[in-house]
Nanobody, 117 residues
Framework: QVQLVESGGGLVQAGGSLRLSCAAS????????MGWYRQAPGKQRELVAA???????TYDDSVKGRFTISRDTAKSTVYLQMNSLKPEDTARYYC???????????WGQGTQVTVSS
Protein backbone atom coordinates (compact mmCIF):
# COMPACT_ATOMS: atom_id res chain seq x y z
CA GLN A 1 0.00 0.00 0.00
CA VAL A 2 1.37 3.38 -1.01
CA GLN A 3 0.67 6.42 1.10
CA LEU A 4 1.23 10.07 0.29
CA VAL A 5 1.71 12.69 2.96
CA GLU A 6 1.39 16.31 1.88
CA SER A 7 2.46 19.39 3.78
CA GLY A 8 3.14 23.06 3.29
CA GLY A 9 -0.25 24.57 2.55
CA GLY A 10 -1.59 27.62 4.30
CA LEU A 11 -2.77 31.18 4.02
CA VAL A 12 -0.65 33.71 2.16
CA GLN A 13 -1.12 37.16 0.70
CA ALA A 14 -1.12 37.71 -3.03
CA GLY A 15 2.44 37.89 -4.32
CA GLY A 16 3.69 35.58 -1.61
CA SER A 17 5.20 32.11 -1.79
CA LEU A 18 4.54 28.66 -0.46
CA ARG A 19 6.33 25.35 -0.85
CA LEU A 20 4.34 22.13 -0.89
CA SER A 21 5.90 18.76 -0.14
CA CYS A 22 4.61 15.26 -0.78
CA ALA A 23 6.37 12.19 0.52
CA ALA A 24 5.48 8.72 -0.75
CA SER A 25 5.88 5.71 1.51
CA UNK A 26 5.12 2.04 1.31
CA UNK A 27 5.97 -0.56 -1.28
CA UNK A 28 6.86 1.33 -4.43
CA UNK A 29 8.77 -0.63 -7.01
CA UNK A 30 9.12 2.21 -9.42
CA UNK A 31 7.67 5.68 -9.69
CA UNK A 32 6.65 6.68 -13.19
CA UNK A 33 5.62 10.21 -12.31
CA MET A 34 4.49 12.42 -9.47
CA GLY A 35 2.38 15.49 -9.74
CA TRP A 36 0.26 18.14 -8.15
CA TYR A 37 -3.38 18.77 -8.92
CA ARG A 38 -5.75 21.32 -7.47
CA GLN A 39 -9.45 21.67 -7.02
CA ALA A 40 -11.25 24.87 -6.21
CA PRO A 41 -14.84 24.88 -4.89
CA GLY A 42 -17.29 24.14 -7.67
CA LYS A 43 -14.56 23.31 -10.16
CA GLN A 44 -13.02 20.14 -11.50
CA ARG A 45 -9.66 18.88 -10.32
CA GLU A 46 -6.94 20.06 -12.68
CA LEU A 47 -3.30 19.28 -13.25
CA VAL A 48 -0.93 21.93 -11.94
CA ALA A 49 2.45 20.31 -12.57
CA ALA A 50 3.99 16.88 -12.96
CA UNK A 51 7.45 15.37 -13.15
CA UNK A 52 8.42 12.03 -14.66
CA UNK A 53 10.99 9.50 -13.56
CA UNK A 54 13.50 11.04 -15.95
CA UNK A 55 12.83 14.56 -14.76
CA UNK A 56 10.57 15.76 -17.55
CA UNK A 57 8.18 18.42 -16.28
CA THR A 58 4.74 19.60 -17.32
CA TYR A 59 2.95 22.73 -16.16
CA ASP A 60 -0.48 24.18 -16.61
CA ASP A 61 -0.24 27.42 -18.55
CA SER A 62 -1.67 29.39 -15.64
CA VAL A 63 1.32 28.58 -13.41
CA LYS A 64 4.21 28.59 -15.89
CA GLY A 65 6.97 30.90 -14.73
CA ARG A 66 5.57 31.04 -11.19
CA PHE A 67 5.55 27.42 -9.98
CA THR A 68 8.38 24.92 -10.04
CA ILE A 69 8.05 21.20 -9.48
CA SER A 70 11.04 19.21 -8.30
CA ARG A 71 11.75 15.85 -6.72
CA ASP A 72 14.09 14.02 -4.40
CA THR A 73 14.20 10.54 -5.86
CA ALA A 74 15.98 9.03 -2.87
CA LYS A 75 13.22 10.26 -0.56
CA SER A 76 10.34 9.59 -3.00
CA THR A 77 9.33 13.17 -2.40
CA VAL A 78 8.02 15.79 -4.77
CA TYR A 79 7.95 19.52 -4.12
CA LEU A 80 5.98 22.40 -5.57
CA GLN A 81 7.52 25.83 -5.13
CA MET A 82 4.81 28.41 -5.67
CA ASN A 83 5.84 32.03 -6.16
CA SER A 84 3.89 35.14 -7.07
CA LEU A 85 0.72 33.54 -5.80
CA LYS A 86 -2.60 34.92 -6.95
CA PRO A 87 -6.06 34.69 -5.38
CA GLU A 88 -7.08 32.40 -8.26
CA ASP A 89 -4.50 29.88 -7.05
CA THR A 90 -6.69 29.28 -4.02
CA ALA A 91 -7.65 25.60 -3.99
CA ARG A 92 -7.03 22.31 -2.30
CA TYR A 93 -3.83 20.85 -3.73
CA TYR A 94 -3.50 17.10 -4.13
CA CYS A 95 -0.39 15.05 -4.67
CA UNK A 96 -0.55 12.17 -7.10
CA UNK A 97 1.83 9.31 -7.82
CA UNK A 98 1.82 6.96 -10.79
CA UNK A 99 3.88 3.84 -10.08
CA UNK A 100 4.63 0.33 -11.18
CA UNK A 101 4.45 -1.41 -14.54
CA UNK A 102 0.64 -1.37 -14.29
CA UNK A 103 0.69 2.38 -13.65
CA UNK A 104 -1.19 2.40 -10.38
CA UNK A 105 -2.44 5.77 -9.16
CA UNK A 106 -2.50 6.98 -5.58
CA TRP A 107 -3.76 10.31 -4.29
CA GLY A 108 -2.91 12.21 -1.17
CA GLN A 109 -5.46 13.78 1.16
CA GLY A 110 -4.76 17.25 -0.07
CA THR A 111 -3.52 20.45 1.50
CA GLN A 112 -5.35 23.77 1.41
CA VAL A 113 -3.77 26.81 -0.19
CA THR A 114 -5.54 30.12 0.31
CA VAL A 115 -4.29 33.32 -1.28
CA SER A 116 -5.79 36.56 -0.02
CA SER A 117 -5.98 39.69 -2.15
Amino acid sequence: QVQLVESGGGLVQAGGSLRLSCAASGTIFSINSMGWYRQAPGKQRELVAAITSVGRTTYDDSVKGRFTISRDTAKSTVYLQMNSLKPEDTARYYCNVNYGSRRYIQWGQGTQVTVSS
